[in-house]
Every structure is written in structure tokens, then in C-alpha cells.
């Protein structure tokens, strides 16, 4: 049984709760953040911390924590749980939504924890999907909001097709995203993946490869990709913060994945010397 931290209390998970009136439950109206931890040391903190402030400002959402003693409660919350290694998630509301209340608005602050499920050793298979058929937000500079419907529906349609991820192509037919992960292509040593400008998420995993890609001296272009181009790719691979790297596959096309597997590798050495 896992221990999180609520509104600052630790609780067991079977006695976690969310008041109804917060207005994370009511509207979506908060962040998240989702951090991986091994051998208890989370993983590109300060990327995912700095990620966050920038989107409180962008949503005028204001706390009373900085990132130092978030650090201290999401490093609480690893060594209560006793837990060496997993995922921790950190998720910040506007809190209560009654204008009567004396807590009226202000910020409540969640953390939960679990450990690593289980990852594939093989390539996945993905699936592309329109993403106009999906609510799915889209906001320049993008927020990892809690307004995740349109991502968790087209998951399940992915899933029902035999998936494990779907990526999004838009109205143009220009690539974006996963529902909840990043997409790489390699072409003749050329890395390319979606560029911000779409509204699309940069992951803090999907940061640290392309880090990893240029001290390899890849050439590195984020650029807008035609769904039509997809089978000319020689390599694809998606990225999150509890996955690291996958690589993947779609119907009628099949790689090596010869640089793919050279990224990975460099990606988990960093991973463990984090």
C-alpha cells in the first residue's frame, strides 16, 4: 500500500482522497508533472520543475512552495514508500472552487507514487490517428495540463486495434504527438522529430535525447513531418518519462533500428548515472 502526499498530509492510498469542489476534479483546471526515480534519485528534476514554473506563470497559478521544498516533499514521499525505483507524480490544482470558502482558490498540491510496470523489450506497435477526431488541447507554449480526455480516448481506440501508442497527425497531416509520448524518426543518420511550434509537449525525455543526439553527432532537425512520409523513414522510436525509449513499428513497415539501439543505450547509461 502506497503512501501520498495530500494537501499536506500522507495518506495511505486506500484512504486517499480529492475534495469534490477542487477544481482539478471539477474542470481539469491544474498541472501535473510525472518524474521517474532510480535508486531514489529522481531523474532531470530541475527540467521538470522548471517545466512546471513556466506553466504556473502561463495559467497565472500561483503556489507557495519553491522548488526546493517540492524537492523535499517528493523525496519524502519516495523514502516513506521505502520504494528504490518507480514513478512518482506530482499534481498541483486550483483548488477549492467555492467563492464562500476561506480556501477559496488556493493551490492544493497532490504527489502520488507507484512502482515501474512492466516494459516491452520489443518493438511496439503504434498507431496513427487523426487527431481532429479527439478533443485534444493544443496551446503555444504547451502545458502539461490535466486536461488529458481527448489523449486517454484515442489511447483506448489505439489499444482496441491491437496498439500500445497512438501518434496523432493533424488536419494538415503533419505529425504531432502521442497520446502521451513523444515520436522520433531516423532517416540516414538524420534524427527528426515535430517541432514546438506544432503545440506539442516538450517531454523532458524527449529534451535529453536530443541532448544525447547531438554529442553523437546525429543531425538533428524538429520540423513539421508529413503523415505521408512515414514509410520512408529508416527508424522510429517514441519517448516518455517512464518508458526511456521504445522502438516502434506500424503496419506494412519493419527497421533495423542499428542508431536507435545506439541512443537507447547512451540514453540508460545517463539514466543510471543521473
Not at 52 to 81: P, R, T
Not at 189 to 196: E, F, N, Q, V
Amino acid at each position: 500500500m502506497m503512501q501520498y502526499y495530500i494537501k499536506g498530509e500522507f495518506k495511505s492510498s486506500l484512504e486517499a482522497n480529492i475534495p469534490f469542489n477542487d477544481a482539478g476534479f471539477l474542470y481539469g483546471d491544474g498541472l501535473f508533472e510525472t518524474m521517474r526515480f532510480d535508486d531514489k534519485i529522481i531523474f532531470s528534476y530541475n527540467n521538470h520543475i522548471n517545466r512546471l514554473f513556466k506553466s504556473l506563470q502561463i495559467i497565472d497559478l500561483k503556489i507557495n512552495k519553491d522548488e526546493f521544498q517540492i524537492l523535499n516533499l517528493l523525496n519524502k514521499v519516495i523514502h516513506i514508500n521505502n520504494l528504490k525505483s518507480g514513478i512518482i507524480r506530482l499534481m498541483i490544482t486550483r483548488g477549492n472552487t467555492d467563492k464562500e470558502a476561506s480556501d477559496y482558490h488556493v493551490p492544493c498540491l497532490y504527489i502520488s507514487i507507484k512502482p515501474f510496470y512492466s516494459i516491452p523489450n520489443t518493438p511496439v506497435r503504434v498507431i496513427y490517428l487523426n487527431e481532429t477526431k479527439y478533443p485534444i488541447i493544443r496551446f503555444t507554449p504547451a502545458i502539461k495540463s490535466m486536461n488529458y480526455i481527448g489523449n486517454m480516448i484515442s489511447k483506448r481506440d489505439c489499444e482496441r486495434q491491437g496498439g500500445f501508442e497512438p501518434i496523432f497527425y493533424n488536419k494538415e497531416r503533419i505529425i504531432t504527438e502521442c497520446a502521451i509520448r513523444n515520436i522520433f524518426y531516423i532517416k540516414d543518420k538524420l534524427l527528426l522529430t515535430p517541432s514546438l511550434d506544432l503545440g506539442i509537449l516538450s517531454g523532458v525525455m524527449r529534451d535529453t535525447v536530443l541532448d544525447i543526439a547531438r554529442k553523437l553527432n546525429f543531425k538533428i532537425v524538429e520540423t513539421h513531418i508529413s503523415y505521408d512520409d512515414i514509410n520512408s523513414m529508416d527508424e522510429a522510436f517514441i519517448t516518455s518519462t517512464g518508458i526511456g525509449l521504445l522502438l516502434c513499428y506500424w503496419e506494412d513497415w519493419e527497421s533495423k533500428y542499428i542508431y536507435t539501439k545506439i541512443i537507447k543505450k547512451e540514453l540508460f547509461k545517463r539514466i543510471k548515472n543521473n
